[in-house]
């Protein structure tokens, strides 16, 4: 006879976190329940690195601002972010966000909108609170500070908190390098910047315009009269392109017209533009000039797919009536009357990669073709001017050699930004300037800086993070974790450690970009992105998964069987005297925020 089968119950599907129960699991007291010494594997929280901010060149503790952002808590959501990144209103406009790539909630419908998030935390209380104060006492000593683009103004910031006196010399009439006489103002309003300039200025930090370093010598005097100089001056002089007649008028560098355009003063270009390269200074060229009220080809020697400007960016551009002549390269600038009035291309195909791993353009036989134009604006890179660098320093691939946190051979002459070998972004060149600062903390107290970096750095070799850093010198804690006693661990937290049935699928709020008649119309360089609405950045703010620290959602007190966690004022504690060691409250965690470890034995 067949034996009949017990259906067995349905089981119980939550399907988001509102289907989970609002009330503890355990109802009645567990008090008769004590453990005794059976338990081999015990619980305990601890605080792990987040990928975003294992992903940000400069660390920027993302996940506690967005924590203290939703939680409505702007001063210390503030505080936590500058910390780390002294610009969260630029960095929110301009960075490329490589701690979006890392985020975890890439993995469940996409990566949360840092950059949105920043910008706006950066817009809501950049203007109103005091200027960064100091954590350690004044050390009398005198800091030098060469360029006042973001690597110069970072290692200036973070070398101020650290109670040095920091003088900047900037050539320009203006400061911020890159931030306002590259990239145009459409994307970085200078108004943003000024705020961001002026809160430096109120920290104590003396900004001196118009005062360039003006040769080797001029060094020389400035490592004599100051503790330590840091250098970032930047790459300012625009490579040649390569083609004939280039150095004839009508022919002049894009970085020149993002100048002067940048100063007030748009050179006269006419009405039809050629703009050569693929790179984001190219386009951020094409899209000045097309502001100017120029009709615009750009060209460019590979193909989309090979071209080095963001997405985004190329995306605008063509939006905005840029025309794009793919797989064609430059050969000879068409002169009349000593000027140039057009150029004449050849068309090209990929053939083998060249040392950069892209494919070679090779030019095709027979296909020339012209473009007439009133001005061609070349944009193929920017090189180092190392003319201030002294005879014995050595120079190494074009730029001033530099070892452990871009100390060059002169002991209290330190480097930094796109002055030297590295990647050419803003949150390197903040990044840089950081590093440079605790190095030249680290030689002014003589300490080790090597150990210094490495012990700041998350694991050893990633982001240096200042909030370690101060609390090695000054034992000033500054971490975030909210439950006490909590095991600061030096790991990054990994997707596969997301409790992923806490949180649903849900696509990022994305920022709308301004109709392209407003962004073409009289107030031309009005800024094209716009902020993201209350209610997109609440929502937006929402998913995050807090990856690797306790957010004190009560998952871990509600689900232990044994009611064995009391809550407390600013986090949990373990009762071990009632906890059997079954690990629901890890597993319950969306966040990895505790982990099992074996049982400590007694003999
Ligand atoms: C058009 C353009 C657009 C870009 N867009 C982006 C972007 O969207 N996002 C991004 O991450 N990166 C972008 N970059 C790259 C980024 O701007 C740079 O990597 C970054 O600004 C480098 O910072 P820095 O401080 O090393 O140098 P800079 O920003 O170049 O600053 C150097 C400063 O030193 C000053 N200086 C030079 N010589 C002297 C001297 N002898 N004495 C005193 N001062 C001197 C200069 O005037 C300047 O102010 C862009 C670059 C360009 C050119
Ligand atoms: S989900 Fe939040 S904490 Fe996790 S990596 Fe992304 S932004 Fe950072
Ligand atoms: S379950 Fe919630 S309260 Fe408990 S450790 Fe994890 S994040 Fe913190």
Redesign the pocket.
Same mark, same amino acid.
């Given at each position: 006879m067949k034996k009949e089968i017990k259906k067995l119950p349905e089981p119980i599907v939550f399907k988001s976190e509102r289907d989970m129960p609002h009330c503890p699991v355990s109802m009645a007291s567990m008090e008769w329940n004590e453990t005794g010494s059976w338990r081999y594997m015990r619980p305990r929280y601890v605080e792990r690195s987040p990928a975003c901010q294992n992903s940000c060149p400069t660390g920027n503790d993302i996940e506690a601002w967005i924590r203290l952002l939703a939680l409505g808590r702007l001063n210390e959501a503030w505080e936590a972010a500058t910390l780390e990144n002294p610009f969260p209103a630029i960095m929110g406009r @301009?960075?490329?966000h490589p701690c979006m790539t890392g985020c975890n909630r890439r993995e469940l419908g996409g990566t949360v909108n840092i950059g949105a998030l920043e910008r706006a935390l950066g817009d809501a209380m950049g203007a109103k609170l005091p200027p960064a104060a100091p954590f350690l006492k004044p050390s009398g000593k005198k800091i030098a500070v060469?360029?006042? $683009?973001? %690597? $110069?103004l970072a290692c200036a910031y973070h070398a101020a908190r650290m109670g040095h006196r920091v003088t900047v010399?900037?050539? %320009?009439q203006k400061a /911020? /390098?890159?931030?306002r006489? $590259?990239?145009p103002a459409y994307?970085l309003p200078h108004d943003v910047l000024d705020r961001e300039m002026e809160r430096l200025a109120a920290m104590g930090i003396e900004l001196h315009t118009g005062?360039? @370093?003006?040769n080797a010598s001029h060094m020389q005097t400035l490592r004599q009269d100051y503790t330590a100089v840091f250098l970032? #001056? /930047?790459?300012?002089r625009a490579k040649t392109a390569g083609f004939e007649s280039e150095k004839s008028p009508g022919v002049m560098a894009g970085?020149e017209l993002?100048r002067q355009t940048a100063a007030g003063k748009p050179p006269q270009i006419g009405k039809s533009v050629l703009v050569i390269g693929g790179d984001? #200074?190219a386009v951020?060229t094409a899209r000045t000039a097309r502001r100017l009220g120029c009709e615009v080809t750009l060209i460019y020697r590979r193909t989309r797919a090979e071209m080095p400007a963001f997405e985004s960016e190329v995306r605008a551009a063509e939006q905005e009536g840029i025309k794009i002549e793919y797989l064609m390269a430059p050969s000879r600038a068409v002169i009349k009357g000593g000027r140039a009035i057009g150029l004449e291309c050849v068309r090209t195909k990929l053939g083998a990669p060249d040392e950069s791993g892209r494919r070679r353009p090779e030019p095709v036989k027979d296909s020339e073709v012209a473009f007439e134009s009133d001005t061609i604006l070349t944009a193929v890179g920017?090189e180092i001017?190392t003319s201030?660098i002294p005879s014995s320093l050595a120079i190494e691939r074009g730029a001033i050699k530099t070892g452990v946190g871009g100390r060059t051979e002169w002991h209290n002459v330190f480097a930094? $930004?796109?002055?030297t070998i590295g990647p050419? #972004? @803003?949150?390197?060149?903040l990044a840089a300037g950081k590093r440079s600062a605790i190095a030249i903390d680290c030689m002014i107290r003589e300490e080790d800086a090597a150990a210094a970096l490495e012990s700041a750095s998350i694991c050893g070799n990633g982001p240096v993070l200042m909030s370690r850093y101060i609390e090695k010198v000054a034992g000033i804690e500054r971490r975030v974790a909210t439950t006490s006693n909590t095991c600061i661990q030096d790991r990054v937290t990994v997707f596969g450690e997301i409790n992923t049935a806490y949180f649903t699928s849900s696509e990022p709020e994305c920022a709308q970009l301004r109709e392209v008649s407003e962004r073409l119309g009289k107030d031309s360089f009005i800024e094209v992105t716009l902020p993201l609405s209350d209610a997109a950045r609440d929502r937006e703010l929402r998913r995050c998964f807090h990856c690797g620290r306790c957010t004190e959602c009560d998952n871990c007190y509600i689900y232990c069987p044994d009611i064995a966690i009391a809550k407390k004022v600013g986090g949990f504690e373990f009762d071990m005297n009632f906890c059997k060691g079954c690990g629901v409250c890890s597993k319950e965690c969306p966040r990895s925020a505790i982990e099992m470890i074996p049982e400590p034995t007694e003999f």
């Open positions: @301009v960075c490329f060469v360029g006042s $683009g973001p %690597a $110069g010399f900037e050539r %320009a /911020g /390098g890159m931030l006489y $590259g990239i994307r005062k360039p @370093v003006a970032a #001056t /930047g790459a300012h970085l993002l984001d #200074t951020d920017e001017d201030i930094g $930004g796109d002055f050419r #972004t @803003v949150v390197d060149a």
